[in-house]
């Protein structure tokens, strides 16, 4: 069967099995893998052990980070140090520019912890902001998203920029400097607009349904301090960025030299699943003194976060033997062929960029995840890219324009319109109206920059 055949295949079954028969997405994509396995060449009887070879192989590669990222997620809630983070960016920059804190906080917590957790969070801050200043409550909520949601969409630990990391062989560093590079303009696009649609729709905060009374957040003294609430945050970026750096760095220098022996250490301390785990232990040793926990009920908050992260695993490593499997039908060569043209490896690398962008829209319209649209997005084109060599970039942009990509299309088949929508008051019409149209600004921002520095990069 052509290779074509076989990703339309693939693709119809993953967006049939979520969006039509409403199945969670791991069954859709192991079922898919299986599907484009038993259609692709290769030894008969190895048709369906290859598939969980790669799941296996995903799982390795990610699950480990992955559940240690829920991990941090749920102590830094809990600890109030998600809470110190906020109250330090409002010290800093003032009610004033509240909106912009609120932003800040949302683009920086949003890179250990989910953006559902996050908002949530952050919403009884911009309750608060409203009835102090009396006005722009949609603006405070907003902010929060134009933060909170690029940061999930392209920068790891989150599983989705995980995983395309993991699919295009992008190391973690690179993918982490680059994601937050991309990220931090877009922000601003998103801050613009939502200041715009304050403006037009001028939305009044409303009292939220079942609620008697609202939540609020802890009393700054209750609070642990600020530099220990953000090390769980700034530790692993910085180990592994570190190592980033100093690998680079140790490439010309001589195997004895004291750069290559710094690179050895940097190499260790800079693993990202031993920086994970430094960090997780510091956010559960900050939520165990500051609650005065005993063990067990350490224990027990720890292996409820796990519970939900079994889950997140299972769809990433799906979403692995899909893309696995979509390589072993030798996509990638007759992809390459449909790029061919007189501008070379040039227009190709560029081709790829826009169509996983295209890609992951579909799958985001379809079936309402970004998580999942980053995974099978990135699956599909890391099938189709012979070598990162020939791109004539570097393949985090890839990355990062699929990322942008799955932010574009969200509506009422995504949890995080629903999540926006019940904690702000707003009605579905709004919702539409405001969170629909920032997320589409904010991806295709995100698109738009990628392909700059892409062509920026291939002219070099």
Same mark, same amino acid.
């Given at each position: ?18 969006? /039509? ?309 030798? /996509? ?129």
């Amino acid at each position: 069967m052509h290779p074509l055949l076989i990703l339309a295949i693939g693709m119809f079954t993953v967006i049939f099995m979520i969006a /039509i028969l409403r199945l969670n997405a791991f069954l859709a994509l192991i079922t898919s893998a299986m599907v484009v396995s038993l259609l692709a060449p290769g030894p008969l009887a190895e048709r369906i052990s290859r598939v969980a070879t790669a799941f296996g192989s995903t799982a390795g590669g990610i699950g480990i980070v992955i559940a240690l990222a829920v991990v941090i997620g749920k102590c830094m809630c809990d600890s109030g140090a998600a809470d110190r983070i906020v109250s330090g960016f409002l010290a800093l920059l003032g009610e004033k520019r509240s909106a912009w804190a609120l932003m800040a906080s949302g683009y920086v917590l949003s890179i250990p912890v989910f953006f559902d957790t996050v908002f949530y969070l952050l919403v009884p801050l911009a309750r608060s902001m409203r009835r102090r200043t009396g006005r722009h409550f949609l603006k405070y909520c907003m902010a929060i998203v134009a933060g909170g949601v690029i940061t999930h969409s392209l920068v790891p630990p989150t599983p989705g920029p995980l995983v395309m990391a993991e699919q295009l062989g992008i190391d973690i560093g690179v993918m982490i400097l680059i994601g937050a590079l991309v990220a931090l303009p877009t922000t601003f696009v998103g801050m613009a607009f939502a200041s715009w649609i304050d403006r037009r729709l001028q939305i009044n905060m409303r009292p939220l349904a079942g609620e008697t009374e609202e939540p609020r957040p802890a009393a700054d003294d209750q609070l642990p301090g600020l530099l220990v609430s953000a090390l769980p945050i700034a530790l692993p970026v910085l180990l592994v960025s570190m190592n980033t750096i100093v690998s680079m760095a140790a490439k010309s220098a001589t195997a004895d030299s004291a750069l290559a022996r710094t690179a050895n250490v940097t190499a260790v301390l800079g693993n990202v699943n031993l920086a994970m785990l430094l960090s997780a232990a510091v956010a559960m040793t900050v939520l165990k003194t500051r609650r005065r926990l005993t063990n067990a009920q350490l224990a027990q908050i720890v292996e409820v976060s796990l519970m939900s992260g079994g889950m997140i695993i299972l769809i990433t490593a799906a979403g692995g033997a899909f893309g696995a499997m979509l390589k072993a039908a030798q /996509i990638g060569p007759a992809i390459e062929t449909l790029f061919k043209s007189d501008a070379g490896r040039q227009t190709s690398g560029m081709m790829l960029l826009i169509l996983g962008a295209l890609i992951a829209v579909i799958i985001k319209v379809s079936q309402g995840s970004s998580t999942v649209a980053m995974i099978t997005a990135s699956a599909m084109i890391a099938a189709m890219v012979p070598s990162v060599d020939d791109l004539g970039f570097h393949p985090a942009l890839l990355a990062t324009a699929i990322g942008g990509g799955s932010m574009i299309g969200s509506w009422m088949n995504d949890s995080g319109f629903w999540v926006f929508a019940k904690m702000t008051g707003l009605t579905e019409a709004e919702g539409l109206k405001t969170w629909t149209p920032m997320l589409a600004i904010t991806g295709f921002s995100a698109v738009v920059i990628s392909l700059l520095l892409a062509i920026l990069l291939s002219m070099r």
